[in-house]
């Protein structure tokens, strides 16, 4: 069986961009979605300080499951396209999807949409589409960087009468980021001021080259306050959706990704979940990311409830142990038993992560927690036989400060290391540096203890060798 570099990377609670280096020091180039084998990614989890055990060893077990499970599926058929709409503030994205819901057919008929559940199905005369409309870019890139995909299609809207604006780049940025493909809609061609030709050219410069002019990209000419060219445009998305040739078996069993979740205060945890594959049913067993549950009740975005959500339908999930995160992965199990300690291992294994990255500095953190922007600053206490030895010292570890992080001694002191210094380290967060001083057995344990480095030298030299080492990530651990 095998792991993706996303799934791997979130279950170990890091970034994907994280595993991906690992994997290039190993020699190996991957992508996000790239599958890895057990022993691969063994190495890269001992990379980061985790052994492949029961958590894990679980997760394939569960994927080993899916997999076998899956073959007693049907058919992957066409599904409907998933689309995020961005752009610049006030270019008329609301309009946009305003003008597109209008035309759903079921919709008109149950007097439109009650709920916001974060997502929608339309069923429009020009076929079926889902929006995500989670809030902003924000939700578009903590989801990916969780390592889910959710959305196939940005349509990116621009106004004909404003252009390309920081936004908009922004989207293009994250939408490239994604790898999903773009639809453009220049919207507000009704206006007087409207230059679409300017757009394109604007574009262009981002690599979106129209059609007519030898590119890839499809632009859609629009005006959502008039209802000029939506018709088109759901073409034009239902056009990239067949280049992108989105299928999926509706006969499997049902997996997707959590698009928002919250505690509702008389109905307990809900969750929106997207399903991806297969097909969502009342009773169903699941978990979603630390969680697990048993469906108790799906509730499509008019409030109704409903007995089945396929593939592309977003639906909200009543009858989850807690609440799951915005990314998450929603899986369906036979095994009630199987669910539940999927989603406790998972726990144990989040509460590991959260206590690991509440850890006290060391050098051998130290690069790491610079990364995170967890440290701006090394305090030092410093103890050292002779008052010259710590005078020496104290400046050249300051000079070594960098812009990222700032060198910083805390305390000196001559003679040994005391129980007192440990405890200034512990609430400070420091490191202690003793020169010639060894601390005594009971200062070593309470050190231990509250998770204080201690590091014992003979010359100075040695020392800010390995401060400037840990700065840079490069110090071998001691064994
Ligand atoms: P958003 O911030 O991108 O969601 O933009 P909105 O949909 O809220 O639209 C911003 C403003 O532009 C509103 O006053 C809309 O009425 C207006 N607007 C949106 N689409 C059009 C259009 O096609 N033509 C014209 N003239 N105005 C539009």
Redesign the pocket.
């Known amino acids: 069986s095998t792991i993706s570099v996303g799934d791997l990377a979130r279950r170990m609670g890091i970034k994907a961009s994280e595993v991906i280096s690992a994997l290039m020091r190993l020699g190996v180039l991957a992508t996000l979605n790239q599958a890895l084998d057990v022993d691969t990614a063994a190495l890269i989890a001992a990379d980061f300080g985790y052994e492949v055990e029961q958590a894990m060893t679980e997760e394939l077990e569960l994927e080993a499951l899916q997999e076998q499970e899956s073959e007693m599926g049907g058919e992957a058929l066409p599904r409907p396209p998933v689309v995020t709409?961005m752009?610049?503030?006030?270019?008329?994205?609301?309009?946009?999807?305003?003008a597109i819901r209008k035309t759903d057919v079921v919709a008109g008929e149950a007097g439109g949409i009650t709920q916001h559940i974060g997502a929608y199905h339309v069923q429009s005369p020009s076929g079926d589409l889902t929006f995500v409309d989670t809030p902003g870019h924000a939700a578009f890139t903590e989801m990916r960087s969780r390592g889910a995909k959710v959305t196939d299609i940005v349509v990116l809207?621009v106004?004909a009468?404003d252009g390309v604006m920081d936004q908009t780049k922004e989207a293009i940025a994250h939408s490239k980021a994604a790898d999903v493909p773009i639809v453009v809609a220049v919207?507000?061609?009704?206006?007087d001021s409207a230059d679409p030709e300017r757009v394109k050219r604007e574009l262009s410069d981002f690599g979106l080259i129209p059609e007519e002019w030898g590119g890839t990209t499809i632009f859609c000419e629009?005006?959502?306050?008039?209802g000029?060219g939506i018709e088109d445009l759901i073409e034009s998305i239902q056009l990239q959706a067949e280049i992108l040739e989105l299928r999926a078996d509706a006969l499997r069993r049902a997996k997707g990704t959590v698009i928002e979740a919250q505690l509702h205060k008389g109905r307990g945890p809900v969750a929106t979940v997207l399903v991806q594959e297969g097909t969502l049913h009342p009773g169903d067993n699941f978990v979603a990311g630390n969680y697990s549950g048993k469906v108790r009740t799906l509730t499509n975005e008019r409030g109704e409830q409903v007995q089945a959500a396929g593939p592309s339908i977003p639906v909200e999930v009543q009858g989850l142990s807690g609440v799951p995160q915005a990314g998450d992965e929603f899986v369906v199990l036979t095994d009630e038993k199987m669910a539940k300690s999927v989603a406790s291992a998972r726990q144990l294994k989040a509460r590991e992560t959260e206590l690991a990255s509440a850890s006290k500095v060391s050098l051998e953190n130290l690069f790491e927690k610079i990364a995170e922007q967890d440290v701006k600053e090394l305090r030092v206490i410093l103890r050292a036989d002779v008052q010259g030895t710590l005078q020496a010292f104290g400046q050249a570890a300051e000079n070594l400060s960098t812009k990222a992080i700032r060198v910083r001694s805390l305390h000196e002191g001559t003679g040994t290391i005391t129980e007192n210094d440990i405890h200034l380290a512990a609430a400070s967060d420091a490191i202690i540096i003793g020169f010639n001083v060894r601390p005594a057995v009971k200062v070593k344990e309470l050190a231990e203890r509250e998770g204080v480095d201690v590091r014992s030298y003979d010359v100075i030299y040695h020392a800010l060798e390995d401060i400037e080492k840990a700065m840079k990530g490069m110090l071998e651990p001691v064994y």
Not at 87 to 98: A, Q, R, Y
């Open positions: 709409v752009g610049h503030v006030d270019h008329g994205k609301t309009s946009i999807l305003d809207v106004a009468d919207n507000k061609i009704d206006k629009t005006s959502a306050k008039k000029i």
